[in-house]
């Protein structure tokens, strides 16, 4: 059974509390109206009755394809967490089109109300079946079914029809099957088991839910993500991009996004060392010796670039940052007074991904891990995890993520350490988060090898769980390289050791920032937090005097490059999702002011609202105090008290 998960939901704190009122004479207009807030509530595949539906609607697509398309092959077609999918070899290559003939077929099978019926059967007689059918895809997903029993199920009434190897579970018949909550969605390529040296087969992707509300609603987040896409975004912003002549899964990050790289990587570490943390830095290789002593060689070798030759000495560049640390705490006595030491780095790490799995910023093969390394005493560690949390909570909310989903997983069945030390870290993980006050899941056995850990999932603006804290004890390093400290006692111990990131990833945590703001950044992140529209050229020079004024404050600031009317001028800041831009014209000169528009989010989407003519210096200060606090510039600038 899968481990209950438990969604956390915390309030948005703010150090200093202002009352904003709106100017009664304020205009305001949609920029980007929301598309996806709505009632319906959408089941996960926790819930039975759904998985039965997706299941079974796999098979009636796979019935369809296969009664359209004589002499197609099937492989294998579970349910996925928004619908399921099939694996086919067709004669000739599906097209979109053939989506919407596959659809027709399978409402007529679902008319027939078709019984779905179980059938265990020998291993041989499954075997003469499935050659008696000539499909080579299913011999092979029969030698992966261990046992000498298999289960068929069988979509026919007297079990003489279509048939598939499958544990089940499914509806009763095809007429259970809400026709009208079930669509196609799209045609890709995948390999036979996910190998890329095997054959090459097209997959079919559907979803299916319990009634037409709840398909509508998926549709509906579903044309919302698209319109987050961060690999979108991040193109019309100019923000990052993937160059193919360099190769793929390289992230380039272009002076936008640097910026905010910039800003994130300064807060994070302002925040690491007021927690007591201290900064490493470590080289982007090292001898093949230091991987074959922690493991990562035996264990992770297919995950790692190949080696390089350095002076006839074998090199390999970094899959993890966890070694270095390690070897830094060697590189001197240790003392029970020494402990805890907490080390955190930025550490750009290299992982060979296949190129079909690439995926934007959030699957590449070079990316900036925020790890850090707690090394600590016994009677320590729930405090140094409590620690961790604490500080988890406080830049994750920083960033606008305020609900987490968070599971504690356990000792497998294989395991490294004694019973002794997995109880303790597995107790201190628990505590820490009895402690914290936050709710959590259990997943038994879901430990790594060499210890327990805990998964922090952040949720976007959307609604979708995204992978991003783990805090992780480790047995095995500590072991490996003998890492040991004098006790008070004199003897020699070996010191508890956790992993833990935050942001995971630095790529990937700015690809999930971008597609849950939709690129709207909070006004402290945001790369260009103001930008000033002259009418005319006559009006630069104030501009100018303006923008070095604001950059004196630390307001990140530029002026319209111009060569354009001042509605081409506003249309391209709104595309450019600007928080705040200027309209300067004799008025503003006469009135040393500024004509300010700001976005804000509003309940009906993003609003631009028309904050009126406001002293410059007065936007400047409100800018600059914006930035610093992590507030929202426009909630300022509406509020005529503040001075």
């Known amino acids: ?55 079974s609607t796999a098979h009636v697509m796979a019935m369809a394809v296969q009664k359209l ?10 349910w996925i967490e928004k619908g399921f999918y099939y694996d086919f070899e067709p004669p000739q290559p599906f097209q979109e089109k053939d989506l919407r003939r596959i659809k027709k077929e399978m409402d007529k099978i679902i008319k027939l109300k078709l019984p779905f019926t179980e059938e265990v059967v020998t291993r041989e007689e499954a075997e003469l079946r499935i050659r008696a059918q000539d499909e080579p895809y299913k011999l092979e997903i029969l030698k992966r079914i261990k046992g000498d029993h298999i289960t068929i199920w069988h979509t026919s009434r007297n079990q003489d029809g279509w048939w598939d190897l499958c544990a089940g579970p499914h509806v009763k018949t095809t007429g259970d ?44 987040l579903q044309a919302e993500a698209k319109r987050r896409d961060h690999r979108a975004l991040g193109k019309q912003l100019n923000l990052f991009s993937i160059q193919q002549t360099a190769g ?33 830095n470590t080289p982007h290789m090292a001898s093949i010796d230091l991987w074959k002593t922690s493991g990562h060689f035996d264990f992770y070798k297919d995950d790692m670039f190949d080696q390089m030759k350095v002076e006839g000495d074998e090199y390999q560049i970094k899959p993890m940052n966890c070694p270095f640390h390690v070897l830094v705490f060697k590189d001197a006595p240790r003392s029970y007074r020494d402990l805890p030491i907490r080390w955190a780095e930025m550490g750009t790490v290299y992982r060979y991904e296949r190129s079909g799995s690439l995926n934007g910023l959030f699957r590449v093969r070079g990316f900036t891990q925020d790890d850090a390394h707690i090394f600590c005493l016994p009677d320590q560690l729930t405090g140094e995890i409590l620690g961790v949390l604490d500080l988890t909570e406080q830049i994750l909310s920083k960033f606008g993520f305020l609900q987490y989903e968070v599971m504690l997983s356990t000792r497998p069945e294989k395991a490294i350490g004694t019973d002794e030390i997995w109880e303790l870290a597995t107790n201190s993980l628990e505590d820490a988060l009895k402690r914290k006050g936050w709710g959590y899941g259990i997943d038994e056995g879901g430990g790594a090898f060499y210890g327990p850990k805990i998964d922090i999932k952040i949720k976007d603006a959307i609604g979708r769980l995204w992978q991003c804290s783990t805090i992780q004890a480790d047995f095995n390093l500590p072991n490996r390289f003998g890492l040991e400290y004098t006790s008070a006692d004199g003897t020699k111990q070996q010191p508890i050791m956790l992993h833990r990131a935050i942001f995971g990833s630095l790529e990937r945590f700015f690809g999930v920032l971008i597609e849950s703001t939709a690129g709207d950044f909070p006004f402290w992140i945001a790369p260009i937090q103001l930008r000033l529209l002259p009418v005319s050229d006559d009006f630069r020079p104030y501009c100018e005097e303006v923008a070095a004024a604001a950059k004196q404050a630390g307001v990140r600031v530029e002026v319209d490059q111009g060569g354009r009317s001042v509605g081409k001028q506003i249309k391209v800041a709104n595309q450019d999702k600007l928080p705040c831009y200027a309209v300067i014209g004799a008025k503003e000169i006469e009135g040393n002011s500024l004509a300010i528009t700001c976005r804000k989010e509003g ?36 509020d005529k008290k503040i001075d």
């Open 603 to 638: 309940r009906d989407g993003v609003e631009l609202v028309n904050l009126g003519t406001i002293p410059y210096e007065h936007v400047i200060s409100r800018m600059e105090f914006a930035s610093k606090s992590g507030v929202r510039a426009v909630d300022l600038l509406l």
């Open 69 to 78: 398309f004589k002499g197609t092959k099937v492989a294998i077609g579970p």
């Open 1 to 55: 059974m899968r481990p209950s998960t438990l969604l956390l939901r915390r309030r948005s704190t703010c150090t200093q509390s202002i009352t904003c009122a709106a100017s009664a004479d304020r205009k305001t207009e949609i920029a980007d109206p929301i598309t996806w807030k709505a009632d319906v509530q959408l089941p996960t595949n926790d819930n039975e009755d759904l998985l039965r539906i997706r299941h």
């Open 248 to 280: 793929g899964g390289l992230v380039f990050w272009h002076p936008k996004g640097s910026t905010i790289r910039r800003l994130m990587e300064d807060y994070w570490k302002d925040a690491h060392i007021a927690g007591g943390y201290e900064l490493l």
């Open 177 to 220: 099957l809400p026709a009208d909550a079930i669509a196609l969605d799209s045609i890709a390529g995948a390999y036979l088991f996910g190998d890329e040296n095997g054959p090459m087969l097209q997959r079919i992707y559907g979803t299916a839910w319990e009634n037409k509300d709840q398909l509508v609603e998926h549709q509906r």
